[in-house]
């Protein structure tokens, strides 16, 4: 009996695809998530072995014969992680990839005042060091309240 002909990579890829996963929630992404059914790393995005591991999404972005340069992520539009499905998938910069998430990053850079209601706007908002935004008139309030309490003609009266 002649030796069985091992699986091949695509084979072994495709085989590891439900393609009648879940409609995504997301407007304007159309058609059902094709769900990787195979490993998943600790943050939920499939794992493929090609002579080392690579991720399923980033994988099925190439085998669709979509360019993806080495700085670029591919970004889930459906926002399924286990979503395999090309037209799922879009090369971004890292930047667009992290503000189109729900993560905390994100949902500060969506905001658009303080958290007293004061607008992020181009005279009340101050750039820190590290390009978080800081509000100037919430900072003014806290300065002008450690001054009266700190200031020794203040404390005895």
Sequence with gaps: MPPRPRPTAAWRYWSRVAFDGPLPLVRGVLGHCHEWTGATNEKGY???????TVKAHRHAYRLAGLPLPADLDVDHRCRNRA???????????????????????ALRAAQTACHRGHPFDAENTIRAKNGTRKC????????????????PERQAA
């Design 46 to 52: 499939g794992t493929f072995w090609l002579g080392r």
């Design 83 to 105: 979503c395999v499905r090309p037209s799922h998938l879009r090369a971004v910069t890292h930047r667009v990839n992290l503000l189109a998430s729900t993560n905390h990053v």
């Design 136 to 151: 100037r008139a919430c900072k003014n309030t806290a300065a002008r309240a450690a001054y009266r309490t700190t200031t």
